[in-house]
């Protein structure tokens, strides 16, 4: 057990004065019964001997002390630095009793907190992983869902319609050529709307990123790929637009073939146009389509489309704006400030 006695030397000074002082009174007391010449110098000297003793011995049971309670901080030091390097299984031995015997037991209920919390965060990021990895394969999941659904939905449906309008076209076009030119009608009209679904779905499938392409390639790319195609002429009067980071690049590639997408399966087009240009710090990018528009208030429950598009133009500080009209066609205009200083140095890195 280590009691330390934490004193000053002023004060064992003091004790040590005071005690050898009593002990100088009680020599001269003693003389004034006992005579003798030498009453003052004996007990001058049985003062300053006293003193002496007294000053010696605490002066060294302090040096023990503070000896230990060194060796006390360096073992926490020690410690301390242990935990620090992350052996969080190690203890102190708690020696009974002291003031230090409390901060060493305060230690060790700290390390028990601090290995507890380092073993919640384990688990917590081990069950991140795999909450990433569930939800990962759920998106995989949902998306070919829909896709299935997309393909059972129209262009299943529209197939099972072609090869219906097809053969009672076949049978009728001795007896009924009138209404075999009707049905052959049909098919080529539901033939070119099949058309537009597949090509939307492909770009649905199509890689998300630019191929290491600038915007404004990739963009014409696109455009190419899709001409010709389908009944629908595409049109594309694309600008350079230098200073965008690879992140805006790709939301704006991201926000054209959802915006294309859309006019292929929905508009009943004849012709899109797609423009990309810089205006004021602003790269501007337009998605047009001459088709049937449509009423933007009436929303639709699994259509998620426009939705991503305003979310995904905002995510890069941009802003998102549609303008249709039943019969008057659809405009998509999205606007994002260009921020030279920042991309430059982006491209730097
Ligand atoms: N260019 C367009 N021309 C005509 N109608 C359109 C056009 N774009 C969108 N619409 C209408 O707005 C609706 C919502 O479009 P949105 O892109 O949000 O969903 P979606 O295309 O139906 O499904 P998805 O979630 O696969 O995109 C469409 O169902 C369609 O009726
Ligand atoms: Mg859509």
């Known amino acids: 057990m280590h009691n330390y006695r934490i004193r000053t030397a002023k004060f064992q000074l003091t004790i040590s004065f005071f005690s050898s002082l009593l002990l100088f009174a009680m020599l001269q007391i003693f003389f004034l019964f006992v005579p003798s010449a030498h009453s003052l110098l004996i007990s001058c000297l049985a003062f300053a001997f006293s003193f002496l003793i007294q000053f010696i011995m605490e002066t060294n049971s302090l040096t023990k002390d503070y000896r230990l309670l060194r060796d006390h901080l360096d073992n926490i030091d020690l410690f301390i630095k242990t935990l620090s390097s992350g052996r969080l299984s190690a ?10 015997s409390q901060v060493e037991q305060s230690l060790n209920e700290l390390a028990d907190k601090i290995d507890t919390q380092v073993k919640l965060l384990q688990r917590l990021v081990d069950e991140n ?11 995989v999941t949902e998306e070919r869902q829909r896709l299935a659904r997309d393909l059972h939905d129209a262009v299943s449906q529209q197939l099972f319609a072609l090869s219906m309008l097809a053969s009672a076209a076949e049978k009728t076009i001795h007896s009924n050529p009138e209404l075999a030119a009707e049905n052959i009608a049909d098919v080529s009209d539901i033939a070119r ?18 191929n290491n392409e600038s915007l404004d390639k990739g963009l014409e790319r696109l455009i190419h790929e899709l ?4 009944m629908i002429h595409f049109e594309a009067s ?3 637009v230098s200073g965008l980071s690879k992140g805006v690049e790709n939301h704006l590639f991201r926000l054209s073939q959802e915006a294309l997408s859309n006019a292929l399966r929905h508009s009943e087009a004849t012709k899109v146009v797609l423009s990309l240009h810089e205006k004021d710090q602003l790269v501007v990018l337009t998605i047009f ?9 009436q929303e639709k429950v699994a259509s998620y489309g426009l939705k991503t598009m305003k979310e995904r133009a905002e995510e890069i500080g941009g802003h998102f704006l549609l303008t249709t009209h039943e019969g008057e066609g659809t405009s998509i205009h999205i606007r994002v400030p260009i921020h030279r200083e920042a991309s430059n140095s982006d491209g730097e890195n």
């Open 238 to 240: 694309i600008d350079p």
């Open 193 to 210: 709307k099949a058309q537009g679904e597949m090509r939307a779905l492909l770009l649905h499938l199509r890689p998300v990123r630019l």
């Open 289 to 297: 389509d001459n088709g049937q528009g449509f009423d933007p208030k």
């Open 227 to 230: 001409d010709g195609k389908t």
């Open 91 to 100: 203890r102190m031995k708690v020696e009974n009793g002291g003031a230090i």
């Open 129 to 139: 992983v795999q909450m990433n990895v569930k939800v990962k394969n759920e998106a």
